[in-house]
T-cell receptor, first 115, second 107 residues
Framework: KAGVTQTPRYLIKTRGQQVTLSCSPI?????VSWYQQTPGQGLQFLFE???????NKGNFPGRFSGRQFSNSRSEMNVSTLELGDSALYLC??????????????FGPGTRLTVL | AQSVSQHNHHVILSEAASLELGCNYS??????LFWYVQYPGQHLQLLLK??????LVKGIKGFEAEFIKSKFSFNLRKPSVQWSDTAEYFC?????FGAGTRLTVKP
């Protein structure tokens, strides 16, 4: 089975721009979660989707948004980029309706650099 | 507020030493506990998980963890570490992760 894939793997943007990251879950997984990983902060939970519905949301500003499509693929969007948004963005998929109750399988991440 | 604390940011051990990484949480509801590991250049992967039952759980590669409800803790242990255990270790409660502990094992 193919693992979780994320595109692009690397992105360089400038302040004020917007960015869209994509995630394809493992086949059969319908739950997708997004995390922001920065040194010293660990993984900060952004949001979770199941069956095209947002199930949970972390404490991030409204500039961070996401969606899930009928084929379970997910995208996250960050508008009006700030320098502090530079991070590794991880996507994870899970078999359960919510990853709170099951193992998550992580992708390689998208490294976003904001200049 | 929900939080997960990993008190050790960087642990350095020699091979064959015993390991214990601390994880404490603050959470008011049902907890499902996880330890994930990220080896250099690899994806995060599950080491072990606890949902219910025996509070001592065994995972892959000789790791184990003990859930102590009264202490809100879920510490990770390994009796004898190897150089290949060098990695970053993350504790998670439901979907919330700690800041991670970097483990360096000297050969």
């Amino acid at each position: 089975k193919a693992g979780v894939t994320q595109t692009p793997r690397y992105l360089i943007k400038t302040r004020g721009q917007q960015v869209t990251l994509s995630c394809s879950p493992i086949s059969g997984h319908r739950s997708v979660s997004w995390y922001q990983q920065t040194p010293g902060q660990g993984l900060q939970f952004l949001f979770e989707y199941f069956s095209e519905t947002q199930r949970n949301k972390g404490n991030f500003p409204g500039r961070f948004s996401g969606r899930q499509f009928s084929n379970s693929r997910s995208e996250m969007n960050v508008s009006t980029l700030e320098l502090g948004d530079s991070a590794l963005y991880l996507c994870a998929s899970s078999l359960a309706a919510t990853a709170s109750y099951n193992e998550q399988f992580f992708g390689p991440g998208t490294r976003l650099t904001v200049l | 507020a929900q939080s997960v604390s990993q008190h050790n940011h960087h642990v350095i051990l020699s091979e064959a030493a015993s390991l214990e990484l601390g994880c404490n949480y603050s959470y008011g509801g049902t907890v499902n506990l996880f330890w994930y590991v990220q080896y250099p250049g690899q994806h995060l992967q599950l080491l072990l998980k606890y949902f219910s039952g025996d509070p001592l759980v065994k995972g892959i590669k000789g790791f184990e963890a003990e859930f102590i409800k009264s202490k809100f803790s879920f510490n990770l242990r390994k009796p004898s570490v190897q150089w290949s255990d060098t990695a970053e270790y993350f504790c998670a409660v439901n979907m919330r992760f700690g800041a991670g502990t970097r483990l360096t094992v000297k050969p």
